[in-house]
């Protein structure tokens, strides 16, 4: 018997990236995995991957959609007792540079995405007297970054949301708290060092080295990495473990 045997999980955004390696983690240690997010053909080779059960597709931002989508996944594995709210993005520009709607498409996405998640799982959650939450959400929320003010807006306001939730909860058996990890070595971030190199006329490698230069760890942090961070706040045992953030930073933050 694994430390997750009976749980079902779900992740959102689950199809590459973070989201994937916490599936694949969630999986090892016995959890019964639903992915969720927009890319089926990522949704599908995860699972033929052996990295989760099955997947549901939707839009974290449609919220009718999204209830309709764990509806669906409730059907097949039951009740969720485990959320990882990994799905949200980043639209780097500096404040001058970034329109009004930008900051919308980020809360929209990186908070509101993850608000319409618990909303569709916690109640279940409770009336089974045990949850677990974890918020995906960034050193972005922990920190400025001159580049990326709606990023960090958004990123600020999940971590507010996982502290006052857990307060909430804290009598229910269901935990909320929030990863925190700086750039990872992700399709995001890859895609990031691109549009760079294409604006300055560099290489990505050229890019990557810029954005690491001042980072104490020096590389860019693994999604296992983060996956075991998750992994830990997802245990049985991690039940007194509840409001906090967890930096996968390499001493960043």
Known sequence: MTALDG???????????????????LTQAGASVTVLGRDEAAL?????????AGY???DVTDEAALANAIMNAVEMRGPVTILVANAGGAEPAPFRRADVDSFRR??????????????????????????????IASTAGLK??????????????AVGLVRALALDMVATGVTVNAVCPTFTDT??????????????????DDALAALLKDK??????????????????????ASAVTGTTIAVAGGEV
Not at 7 to 25: D, E, F, N, S
Not at 187 to 204: E, H, K
């Open 7 to 25: 749980k079902h999980a779900l992740v959102t955004g689950g199809g590459r990236g973070i989201g994937r390696a916490v599936a694949a983690a």
């Open 187 to 204: 399709d995001l971030v890859m895609r990031g060092m691109d549009r760079v190199a294409s604006r300055t006329g560099g290489t990505r």
């Open 44 to 52: 599908r080779v995860t699972v033929e991957a052996g990295d989760a």
């Open 56 to 58: 549901v597709r939707a």
């Open 216 to 237: 104490p760890l020096g590389r860019l942090v693994r999604p296992r990495e983060v996956a075991e961070a998750v992994l830990f706040l997802c245990s049985v045992n």
């Open 144 to 157: 400025g970054y001159a580049t990326m003010p709606a990023y960090c807006a958004a990123k600020h306001a």
């Open 106 to 135: 980020m809360f929209e996405l990186n908070v509101m995405g993850t608000v319409h998640s618990v909303r569709a799982v916690l109640d279940g959650m409770v009336a089974s007297a045990f949850g677990r939450i974890v918020v």
